[in-house]
């Protein structure tokens, strides 16, 4: 008997979510015998929701919601002996990692590709003893994503966390930074460190062009120095994905890295604040399977 788990988020795309349900759910209901609908009410529900599918064995979960009940729902899937196919509504601000796996942006249009059951195999990062998908950063930049409103995200989308950024220039104060990786170490000072898993950060699908969802690395930027005239040519090369190229930008691929700083920071997880330096990071390559649009041919 095929199970099916929706985790849904409810206040997610000005409550859009609860006006989709009825159509996921039908949609899920015409390749699997049973569809459990699963409504989150506080932090941690959509990890223990997805863990507990794991547990049932349930063949699907999926996720209804931003990148947040995506970074939970993942949290509950990683590492688990039975992992159900993973799918997502995205209804999100940004949608980062749906936007990665090229599945469409707009809801309905989500719903309709679950029936084709195309997958792809994709990577998820663990960092110490949690998981994520898409990105780690440190610096002042990466800690005014916090401030970013609601209502600025209503209003500017992923901008918004382009002008956060910005005002955070004001009071730049570089920070002493130790990566070791794959290749080596890098030791020095710093205004940002970003960290990739995919090519799409905070909405920007070219900040790492070369990350793919499935190649087992993280795509590492160090940013040393923001100067008004280096920023000025920073942020194009940012828009069309030639940041590596930036001669203030240092870029490293591996596949796990470990960060200290000698100064009190905190890494930001996929947008939210998670815990001080120093940090431990590395990829679980091709851990989860995801539902993915189909191809032209596979469509007939």
Known sequence: MKKAMIIVNPSSGKEQAMELLPEAE?????????VLVCETKKEGDAAAFAKNACEQHYDTVLSM?????????????AEQEHRPHFGIIPLGTVNDFARALQIPLDSEEAIRILPYEKFRKADIGKINHQYFMNVLAVGAIAEASYNVSTDQKTKLGPLAYFVEGMKALANKTPFSLKISHDEGTWEGNAYLLVAAMTNSVGGFEKLAPQAEVDDGRLHVYIIKNISLPGTLKLFPKLFKGELQEHSDVTYIQSSSLDVSSSETMAVNIDGDEGEPLPFTASVLSRHISVFVPPNEEEKV
């Open 26 to 34: 039908r949609v899920l209901q015409t390749f699997h015998d049973e």
């Open 65 to 77: 919601g931003g990148d947040g009940t995506v970074n939970e729902a993942v949290n509950g899937l």
